[in-house]
């Protein structure tokens, strides 16, 4: 099976890149403390709003880190 991937680097105090899976609905935040962590169910909504967002980090901490469950990869 293929999946599409979709990434962004990011212009960030607090994350280095991110990527979306779009068939798993699954987001990986590549953080620039070395912590990567996968969100899991994360409607493709989410990941065009952290993409348009003019702010990154404070996305990630209003819509996305205290509604979906993730995994800490690294």
């Known amino acids: 099976m293929k999946y599409t991937i979709e990434t962004v680097m990011v ?4 994350i280095y890149s991110a990527e979306y899976n779009v068939e798993k609905e699954e987001l990986i935040v590549y953080f ?15 990941w065009r709003g952290l ?9 990630i901490n209003s819509f996305i880190s205290r509604k ?5 990869i690294n």
């Open 32 to 46: 620039n403390n070395d912590g990567i962590y996968k969100y899991l169910s994360v409607p493709k909504f989410y």
């Open 11 to 14: 212009n960030s105090s607090a």
């Open 68 to 72: 979906f469950t993730y995994n800490k």
């Open 51 to 59: 993409f348009n967002s003019s702010s990154k980090g404070k996305f």
